[in-house]
C-alpha cells in the first residue's frame, strides 16, 4: 500500500530542508524506488547517490529533501562539474517517490 493515496494528495504540506546524515537511507530507498524499471530493468541511481555524497566534488550545503508526513519523498543534490574551462555546478539527481511524480 502506498504511503500517499491517489486521492487527496495535498502537496502544500510538503516541506524542504537541507539533507542530513538521518536522511541517508530514506534518500537512497527513495531513489531506487523513483527509478526503478524508469529506464532499464531495475535501477541504479540510488548507487550514484551513494558515490557523490562521498566525492570531493559533491556540495552537501545544497542538497536537499522533502518530507511529507515525515518521510522523504523529493531529494535534489548538487556537484562541481566543469564545461571545458569553465567551473559549474551541476544538479542530480532529482528524484521524487513515486505516489507524487506527475504532479506539478
Known amino acids: 500500500m502506498s504511503l500517499f493515496p491517489d486521492t487527496d494528495i495535498d502537496l502544500s504540506l510538503v516541506t524542504f530542508r537541507p539533507e542530513e546524515a538521518k536522511d541517508y537511507e530514506a534518500v537512497n530507498s527513495m531513489v531506487r524506488d523513483a ?60 528524484a521524487v517517490t513515486p505516489s507524487l511524480q506527475g504532479r506539478g
Open 35 to 94: 527509478f526503478w524499471n524508469l529506464y532499464m530493468p531495475g535501477a541504479d541511481e540510488h548507487i550514484l547517490v551513494r558515490k557523490l555524497r562521498s566525492h570531493p566534488d559533491f556540495i552537501p550545503e545544497l542538497s536537499v529533501v522533502g518530507l511529507m508526513k515525515g518521510e522523504v519523498v523529493a531529494c535534489i543534490m548538487y556537484s562541481k562539474s566543469f564545461v571545458g574551462a569553465f567551473p559549474m555546478i551541476t544538479f542530480g539527481p532529482v
